[in-house]
């Protein structure tokens, strides 16, 4: 096994033992549940309260820079943009020659079942261009994107990316199912 394989293994364990499947069934109702007052979710254009509304579709993604302090609770739906964009998108377009991926001209996911779709797409060419990569290649910082660390500390950046957030996910739809078994607070 190279390398490459290697580290592409690390993340995709956790995507199909863990993540992925943790994604099953995901309802747009869900997909959009705000757990508290203030959240930032992707949202349809022109109805955000945030100070920036990002995107280029019928849907937009909150956002403000700089991040408030502390920063706001964040959907479902804001997380898997989260990855779906600056967790892969960049890095696809910058290092496997994809298209270009921004978070201000990105068309967001007006449902789960889009959202999801956009998800596997980007991490499927994500795994496949990791998985190409040659030593020399994860040695070297990459020739393209802000980034100038070398290639292995890029990809084992996203790989704790996406655990971090993904476990995020998965505890927010452990919320959502157990929200009506909430107890009752003493006042």
Same mark, same amino acid.
């Given at each position: 096994?190279?390398?490459?394989?290697?580290?592409?293994?690390?993340?995709?364990?956790?995507?199909?033992k863990n993540l992925r499947p943790r994604l099953h069934g995901l309802a747009d109702e869900e997909y959009f549940?705000?757990?508290?007052?203030?959240?930032? *979710?992707?949202?349809?254009?022109?109805?955000?309260?945030?100070?920036?509304?990002?995107? *280029?579709?019928?849907?937009?993604?909150?956002?403000?820079?700089?991040?408030?302090?502390?920063?706001?609770?964040?959907? #479902?739906?804001?997380?898997?943009?989260?990855?779906?964009?600056?967790?892969?998108?960049?890095?696809?377009?910058?290092?496997?020659?994809?298209?270009?991926?921004?978070?201000?001209?990105?068309?967001?996911?007006?449902?789960?079942?889009?959202?999801?779709?956009?998800?596997?797409?980007?991490?499927?060419?994500?795994?496949?261009?990791?998985?190409?990569? *040659?030593?020399?290649?994860?040695?070297?910082?990459?020739?393209?994107?802000?980034?100038?660390?070398?290639?292995?500390?890029? @990809?084992?950046?996203?790989?704790?990316?996406? @655990?971090?957030?993904?476990?995020? #996910?998965?505890?927010?739809?452990?919320?959502?199912?157990?929200?009506?078994?909430?107890?009752?607070?003493?006042?």
């Open positions: 096994m190279t390398r490459s394989e290697r580290l592409a293994d690390q993340l995709d364990w956790y995507w199909q549940w705000e757990p508290v007052p203030g959240c930032w *979710s992707i949202r349809p254009r022109g109805t955000s309260a945030a100070p920036v509304s990002a995107g *280029s579709g019928e849907w937009a993604m909150d956002f403000a820079s700089p991040e408030p302090v502390p920063p706001p609770v964040t959907t #479902i739906a804001w997380r898997l943009a989260h990855l779906i964009v600056s967790c892969l998108g960049y890095r696809v377009g910058w290092y496997f020659g994809g298209q270009d991926v921004d978070f201000e001209t990105f068309a967001y996911a007006g449902t789960a079942d889009e959202a999801l779709k956009q998800l596997d797409d980007m991490y499927g060419r994500w795994n496949a261009g990791v998985r190409e990569l *040659s030593d020399a290649d994860l040695e070297n910082p990459p020739r393209v994107g802000p980034e100038r660390f070398p290639m292995e500390n890029r @990809i084992l950046h996203v790989n704790r990316e996406m @655990i971090h957030h993904g476990a995020e #996910i998965s505890l927010l739809r452990d919320l959502y199912r157990r929200q009506d078994e909430a107890a009752p607070r003493p006042t």
